[in-house]
């Protein structure tokens, strides 16, 4: 008797295939929503790392930074809808004296990323003045934003505290969510 050694059939192969391709992508998926979560994990630290310096300044100065608009994440950059924003050195100078704002954050796509401080000297939130505000995107629609008193419109001269966990779920169709947490009821 002659003893004949088989093989694996095409079909056996091609399910081995199937399976590996099933796998693979199951885990493209995971990692991309991990990396996901963990991006946004860090621009939310860095935001409330931001504010917590900024209340230190207005606490220590009694008034806010000197300054309308700059661009905190200064290493990593600033921008929105086409505008990117140059160095503060008025708004650095000042922050300064409380100690290292975040340079750097982890950024997605040409537009919308970074973290802004926003000053707008008459804006009043639900009925008291809130001039100080940071702006900062997420990536991904209506991500939950991770730092409270959120403005529902941070361009508004009267404005409300968000009741969504975002000011807006997919800013300027950018598939971004923006979160514009105020600091209120400093002076």
Not at 5 to 16: A, D, K, N, R
Not at 31 to 52: E, F, P
Request: with cysteine; charged share 10%.
């Amino acid at each position: 008797m002659r003893k004949t050694t088989s093989g694996f059939t095409i079909v056996e192969l091609l399910i081995v295939i199937v399976v590996i391709g099933i796998l693979a992508a199951i885990t493209i998926v995971a990692y991309n929503g991990i990396q996901q979560r963990s991006n946004n994990a860090a621009v939310i630290d860095a935001a409330s790392k931001s504010l917590r310096m900024l209340q230190a300044y207005v606490a220590a100065s009694g008034t806010p930074p000197a300054t309308s608009v700059a661009c905190i994440t200064m290493a990593s950059g600033c921008s929105t809808t086409g505008s990117a924003y140059s160095a503060n050195t008025t708004f650095n100078s000042n922050m300064a004296t409380i100690g290292t704002m975040p340079q750097r954050i982890p950024m997605k796509g040409p537009d919308h990323y970074g973290i802004i401080y926003y000053y707008n000297a008459s804006r009043v939130v639900s009925g008291s003045p809130t001039p100080i505000a940071v702006l900062y995107w997420l990536d991904g629609f209506a991500q939950q934003c991770g730092i409270p008193n959120l403005l529902a419109d941070p361009n508004a001269a009267t404005t409300t505290i968000s009741t969504n966990a975002y000011t807006a779920p997919n800013d300027t169709s950018t598939g971004k969510t923006l979160c514009a947490p105020s600091l209120p009821g400093l002076y």
